[in-house]
């Protein structure tokens, strides 16, 4: 577990660092509701995500791990505490701000795809560029569409791709800005197994090859599997993190939160 | 079923809200449309009435007959009666130095029950000589009580009678010096017959009191006077030339204790042949019947607005109800699940539009009688001449009928969506929720139902607007009308097909670069359905506005030519010619005679007016021309050969006009069979009462020049004099600048004659007169259709809220992958304008269509038909439309911008 000093003000550019974190979170609380019904979805949250590497954040349901994803995407605001995307505090800023953020700095891949219906495939791909008023790489659009295999799919509208098609074109969008972090939210929920695996083999392609960095929830540990590191949540704490896991150490990990606390796995 | 339909209702509260608006204003429109038709109605049954006061009876004598004073006597005389009255038509001109006016006659009723006049001030007169004015009146003529006004009379006197007794305390002013006298009546019907000549005298009467008219009995002339039977007998006997005295009507007042059945029936049996005895509200009822045509038009009219109004709410309501449906489909396929069969599906659909129907009605309902009752409180506050109820009467037709209405339109409405509940699987409950499918199905049947509409309903109009001449006027508007509403049906029914492919062509034209205006363009495309239901909703209100605009627009110009052939000046004000002129035709006018003198100081007075360009004097006189045994006679205008130039609409018309010329009108040169150059001889004439012509003065020879001049006969001043004729002056000819507004400067005119005896005509006049009627006509069908417009708008702010509930998830990823707040409210404020915009564009150029297919068909047998396009108009509906739309998208686009991306993140 990381235990180093957060010097909340000192955020010098990781420069000459190789493995500078990508994103950070120090002290990073969210409680929902107030009162009685309180509940501490992230309770001081103090963790690095390296750059150029592949995360995984797992743990059962309700252990805030969807909640650390969102306050660290500046996709919801914290109840206390600091998130930084590089050396940008992202908790402080306004709408105005985060929206620039996400649109130059941030992808997303969702569970249900959430490509727009309406345009085709190279349209959804290109949208982050056009809504920040910037200009297509062609050789980058090219990589995008080759390395994931959509090459003859461009031109089809949403209804007409399989499931794993439209993932790998919302992977494609989420990566035509070339942010400097992808965050990916269960990728394979709504996927078949075959499907799931080319996904995550993509992502971990992109991380690979294409030198991007992402963050991943999932609850399956085969797709946690492949990460290259997997980090462990449970009552909204950092409760373990594994390094080059297998589906195998991603499940003992797993099993040693459940059998602590068992009743967490019924939320649901 | 039914705690389920309630509770789906509340959680849907703020949609059903804005189609519950739809439908009440609908509702409104209707209940409004009765209360105000029973109203009119009352009101005019009491107008029609107003003159019988309270009398129970009424014996209206046969038109060609009337009631002689012996039918009148024996009303009096049956038992059971307490008073009768019989009334004349009389009427008087009356003078008070130079102010004039031409009051109603009436003489005291001899029953409080049988005068619907109420006096205010002073007494009745008691002997000859006395009069009670209006109120209003006296205080137009600038006396009170005990002040003097004259009148005028002419009367018919025989040449055997010309010495006969002096008329009683009369102030006689006859030309021959002799008296005349009610004795006239001894010289029986055969008066005209009888030579003799015709006395003008001025009696003088002293006012003795002032009274008001309540119930507007005599509107229409400003108020009756009231004077002395004595002196009102005398005066009719002048009108009838001494024949007996004809009563139009006698208002009976019956004794307390009679029977109306049993006096009714001997009044009846004693009444002469022809004479129809009434009540006073079955006279009223009668009367109004007869006024308009047995139908109550008012009524009709506005109710087919009200329809068209509740039609585009029901697209409103169809659209909401189906959108309502597709977000339930999870519901419904859970209800499904557990065992619902699709006939409580529909059922439920149903109950809650009846709710929604019924309570939205009641709501308008209400809504439509206190705006009725506003305005007849408004309306009494301003004086108007005609008295109104100080509240309304809410008859059980007025609150049923807008209630069933309102409601069976939004049950009919919710059929369709209540169908596609039924479709629902259940399966779609275990569904996840996919990202929802662009389905573009093909309707072949509606397709070639509406070609079909379209295609027959264009012929039909094609043949009445090409065919129109030739056919029978009110054929061809019928078939016209037909044809249009045909194709316009068919236009509506395939709106599906093309509106949304004209709005997102519309999009990809306008914001080929914004991504906002991208996305506005690629989501009108998603629900073609709807899109084409929500333009179609404002197309229909749009449509129609344009149509009245355009037609109103062609129907103003081709007038306005068709007047300026017609009428040779903007403006021709003229002095009756007085009767002593006809008597002593060669004399100059006297004052007594002709009150008012058109002379330079009254033509500078006019002059002065802003906007007139130039005023001019004219002489008129008959003339006579004579040429190889033909002889025309007509109006002969003297003016100078400039003026005339100058002061003619067409100044061609007097082309060669100079001392040796006459200026012959086409008809006239026509029936005189001469043409330009030919020498004429041209004499002054007079028209005598047998309607045959006396020539006074001298013949003069002429050089004819036949142009387009309107009427009869121009020449010089010259040639009067050489004619011999010292006429003055009796019409002034005014043209206006061309950029001046003729309603100002006609009023202005008038205002500056009001207190002259002379009249005003002329294009202008007329042009004024029915572009008042157009333009009253066209804001009041313009405001009717305001109401559709605005149906229209709360749908499109419907369907963009919808939109936005539906593309929650749309837009959080959105907003998640970059899209700013004000972006994704310009995306809506995008689509709505799109889909208004498009909608009041097609409605403008559709409505100009058909508005001048109207024009043509209508206007054709006028002649040339100016087809115009009122520009103004149209884009005024085109902003209002633009910023209704924009103004639409407002609160769905900030609860859109509400939307957290986090919600993009979410599985369902």
Not at chain 2, 64 to 81: F, I, K, P, Y
Not at chain 2, 166 to 187: I, L, M, Q
Request: with cysteine; net charge negative.
């Amino acid at each position: 577990m990381d235990s180093t000093t957060a010097t909340p003000s000192g955020h010098a550019p990781a420069s000459g660092a190789p493995a500078a974190a990508a994103v950070r979170a120090r002290g990073l609380r969210k409680v929902y509701g107030s009162g009685e019904a309180a509940v501490n979805a992230l309770a001081d949250v103090d963790i690095d995500f390296a750059a150029g590497a592949f995360t995984a954040i797992m743990g059962p349901s309700g252990s805030g791990k969807s909640t650390l994803m969102h306050l660290l995407a500046g996709l919801d605001s914290a109840t206390s505490g600091k998130a930084y995307l590089g050396s940008t505090e992202i908790t402080g800023l306004g709408d105005k701000e985060l929206t620039r953020l996400r649109r130059d700095r941030v992808g997303f891949v969702f569970q249900s795809f959430n490509l727009l219906p309406m345009f085709t495939a190279e349209q959804n791909i290109v949208l982050p560029l056009e809504l920040a008023g910037a200009r297509v790489d062609p050789a980058w659009m090219d990589t995008l569409v080759q390395t994931l295999g959509l090459a003859d799919r461009l031109t089809h509208r949403p209804s007409e791709l399989s499931g794993g098609q439209q993932q790998r074109v919302a992977i494609a969008r989420a990566l035509i800005a070339k942010p400097d972090v992808v965050f990916a939210d269960e990728p394979t929920g709504n996927l078949d197994s075959r499907a799931g695996a080319q996904v995550l083999s993509f992502l971990r392609r992109s991380v690979r090859e294409l030198g991007r960095t992402v963050i991943m929830v999932t609850h399956d540990p085969s797709a946690a599997a492949y990460a290259d590191r997997v980090v462990l949540l449970a009552d909204g704490r950092i409760a373990g993190d594994i390094t080059d896991p297998t589906p195998e150490s991603v499940l003992a990990g797993l099993d040693a939160l459940r059998s602590l606390d068992e009743p967490e796995a019924a939320m649901r | 079923m039914l705690r389920l339909t309630l509770a789906q209702m509340r959680r849907s509260l703020g949609r059903l809200t804005a189609a519950g608006i739809a439908i009440m204003i609908g509702t409104a429109f209707v209940a409004v449309t009765l209360i105000a038709g029973a109203v009119i109605t009352r009101t005019s049954y009491d107008a029609v009435s107003a003159s019988l006061a309270d009398a129970d009876l009424v014996l209206l004598g046969s038109r060609d007959q009337g009631l002689s004073a012996e039918d009148v006597d024996a009303v009096r005389e049956t038992d059971g009666v307490a008073a009768v009255d019989g009334h004349m038509r009389l009427w008087t001109e009356l003078s008070a130095g130079t102010k004039h006016a031409y009051p109603d006659v009436t003489t005291l009723a001899s029953d409080p029950r049988l005068d619907p006049q109420v006096l205010l001030d002073g007494r009745a007169p008691e002997r000859s000589g006395e009069i009670v004015l209006p109120d209003r009146m006296a205080e137009r003529l600038g006396v009170e009580v005990g002040d003097t006004v004259t009148t005028e009379r002419s009367s018919w006197v025989p040449a055997d009678a010309a010495d006969a007794d002096g008329a009683d305390g009369a102030d006689t002013a006859a030309t021959d010096g002799a008296d005349s006298a009610d004795s006239a009546d001894g010289a029986g019907a055969a008066a005209t017959d009888v030579e003799g000549e015709w006395v003008t005298r001025t009696e003088r009467l002293e006012v003795v009191g002032l009274n008001d008219d309540p119930t507007g009995a005599f509107a229409q002339t400003g108020g009756a006077v009231v004077v002395h039977p004595e002196d009102a007998e005398r005066w009719a006997l002048d009108d009838t030339m001494g024949a007996p005295v004809q009563y139009t009507e006698a208002v009976v007042a019956l004794d307390a204790d009679a029977d109306l059945e049993s006096v009714r029936g001997e009044i009846e049996a004693a009444a002469p042949e022809g004479a129809v005895l009434r009540t006073k509200d079955e006279h009223a009822q009668a009367k109004t019947a007869e006024l308009t045509n047995g139908a109550d038009v008012f009524t009709t009219i506005v109710l087919g607005f009200a329809s068209i109004a509740l039609l585009v709410a029901a697209l409103v309501i169809a659209n909401t109800f189906q959108v309502l449906v597709a977000q339930r489909t999870r519901t419904l396929a859970l209800l499904r699940c557990v065992g619902a069969d699709k006939r409580q599906l529909r059922r439920s659909v149903l109950i809650e539009a009846t709710i929604l129907g019924a309570t939205a009605s009641a709501v308008g309902l209400a809504l439509g009688i206190g705006l009725a009752q506003l305005t007849l409180t408004v309306l009494g506050g301003v004086n108007l001449d005609v008295p109104l109820p100080a509240t309304v009467s809410v008859t059980a037709a007025a609150v049923i009928a807008p209630l069933v209405v309102g409601t069976l339109v939004t049950v009919v409405a919710a059929l369709a969506p209540a169908r596609g509940a039924t479709r629902v699987a259940p399966l779609a409950a275990l569904r996840p929720a996919d990202a929802p499918a662009l389905t573009q199905r093909r309707n072949l049947p509606r397709l070639v139902i509406a070609s079909l509409l379209t295609v027959a309903g264009v012929g039909l109009l094609l043949f009445a607007v090409i065919g129109g001449r030739e056919m029978d006027e009110v054929l061809a508007l019928g078939v016209g009308v037909l044809g249009g509403a045909l194709s316009f049906v068919g236009v509506l029914v395939g709106a599906v097909f093309w509106i949304p492919k004209v709005v997102s062509l519309t999009g990809a034209i306008l914001g080929g670069r914004g991504t906002s205006a991208k996305l506005a363009a690629a989501n009108t495309l998603r629900n073609p359905r709807r899109t084409a239901a929500t333009s179609t909703a404002l197309l229909i209100g749009v449509t129609l506005v344009a149509m009245m605009s355009t037609g109103a627009a062609s129907a103003r110009t081709t007038l306005t030519e068709e007047l300026a052939s017609e009428f040779p000046v903007d403006v021709l004000v003229w002095a009756p010619r007085s009767l002593s002129a006809v008597a002593e035709p060669t004399g100059p006018a006297d004052d007594t005679s002709a009150p008012t003198v058109l002379d330079q100081r009254l033509a500078d007075e006019l002059d002065q007016i802003d906007g007139t360009a130039q005023v001019q004097l004219v002489t008129s006189i008959d003339a006579v021309v004579t040429v190889e045994g033909a002889e025309a006679t007509g109006p002969l205008r003297v003016l100078p050969a400039p003026a005339a130039r100058g002061v003619l609409l067409a100044p061609d018309q007097a082309e060669g006009l100079d001392e040796d010329s006459v200026i012959v009108s086409q008809g006239l040169a026509e029936v005189l069979g001469v043409e330009s150059g030919d020498v004429v001889s041209l004499g002054a004439t007079t028209l005598d009462r047998t309607g045959g012509t006396v020539p006074t003065g001298e013949s003069v020879e002429r050089t004819a020049v036949v142009t387009e001049f309107g009427q009869g006969f121009l020449a010089t001043p010259g040639t009067l004099e050489a004619m011999g004729v010292d006429a003055t002056p009796n019409e002034m000819w005014l043209r206006m600048d061309a950029d001046a507004d003729p309603v100002d400067v006609v009023s202005d005119i008038q205002d500056a004659l009001d207190e002259t005896t002379v009249s005003v005509a002329g294009a202008a006049l007329e042009r004024v007169m029915f572009q008042r009627v157009i333009d009253t006509l066209l804001a009041v069908v313009v405001g009717l259709l305001g109401a559709a417009v605005v149906i229209a708008l709360i749908g499109v702010a419907n369907t963009l809220s919808l939109s936005v509930i539906e593309r929650r998830r749309e837009s959080a990823t959105l907003r998640a992958i970059g899209l700013s707040k004000a972006q994704l409210r310009g995306t809506l404020a995008i689509e709505g304008a799109l889909i208004a915009g498009v909608g009041a564009v097609l409605g403008s150029v559709l409505g100009l269509l058909y508005g001048w297919a109207g024009a043509v068909t209508v206007l054709g047998v006028m002649g040339d038909v100016r087809l115009t396009v009122p520009w103004r108009d149209l884009a005024l509906v085109l902003v209002v439309a633009l910023g209704a739309g924009l103004l639409a998208s407002v609160l769905p686009g900030r609860a859109a911008a509400r939307t957290s991306p986090v919600e993009a993140l979410a599985v369902d």
